[in-house]
């Protein structure tokens, strides 16, 4: 079965300070991975994606890795900001099809 | 349209009620997706179109979830006979084909089966 699990399930951390959350899946056969942001009361908004070539992606301050081998995917956020509180989904697609595999997310809160 | 758009934004219900749930994607999208999201899980696939057709519907979770799309454009999710396990907010998500990756989605709709 297809599974997608994030880690930490919350965290808070201090205004500018950075923060990893961490997804590890077992997909297969896996065709790419991404990371999306939701808000508070919003629908998901994609933050990056990842394919089987791809080690890492930047996207502002929003860094993701992707270890293929062992099936990890890292999702970094620098100088963290009021706005990045928000539930972190990561999100594994399998090959020839559309189904999509879920995390349950990483509530993130950045407070003053 | 600027994005997708869901109607009603919040519905609550009695239970054994039926409802709609509309979605309006972007337009020129042709594939249209519905994901239902339970207080602290993660979203969970119901049903996807490509245009009026809709060839992936194993999410749905019983005869009671039932969902059509028109003019390759709105559609609308049904709920017969509504459960208190019902409740959730229901995602509506659009892109621009089956085989392009990145899916927009809607605001959700929250649905509260009293």
């Known amino acids: 079965k297809n599974q997608v699990e994030q880690s930490p399930q919350s965290l808070i951390i201090l205004e500018g300070k950075n923060c990893t959350l961490q997804?590890?899946?077992?997909?297969?056969?896996?065709?790419?991975l991404r990371w999306y942001k939701q808000d508070t009361g919003r629908g998901p908004v994609s933050l990056t994606i990842?394919?089987?070539?791809?080690n890492t992606k930047s996207n502002g301050r929003y860094t993701a890795t992707l270890d293929a081998d062992t099936k990890q995917s890292s999702l970094h956020i620098t100088a963290s900001q009021l706005s990045d509180s928000a539930s972190y989904i990561c999100v594994v697609r399998s090959g020839g099809g559309n189904k999509l595999t879920f995390g349950t997310g990483t509530q993130l809160k950045v407070e003053l | 349209g600027a994005g997708v758009s869901q109607s009603p934004s919040n519905k609550v219900t009695e239970k054994g009620k039926d409802v709609e749930l509309r979605c309006d994607p972007i337009s020129g999208h042709t594939a249209l997706y519905w994901y239902r999201q339970r207080l602290g899980q993660g979203l969970e696939f119901l049903i996807y179109?490509?245009?009026?057709?809709?060839?992936?519907k194993s999410g749905l979770p019983s005869d009671r979830f039932s969902a059509e799309r028109t003019g390759e454009s709105v559609s609308t999710l049904t709920i017969q006979r509504t459960q208190q396990e019902d409740s959730a907010v229901y995602l509506c998500a659009s892109s621009l084909d089956s085989g392009y990756d990145t899916q927009y989605f809607g605001p959700g709709t929250r649905l509260t089966v009293l």
């Open positions: 997804c590890n899946y077992t997909v297969s056969p896996f065709s790419n």
């Open positions: 990842m394919t089987f070539s791809e």
């Open positions: 179109f490509q245009g009026n057709s809709a060839p992936d």
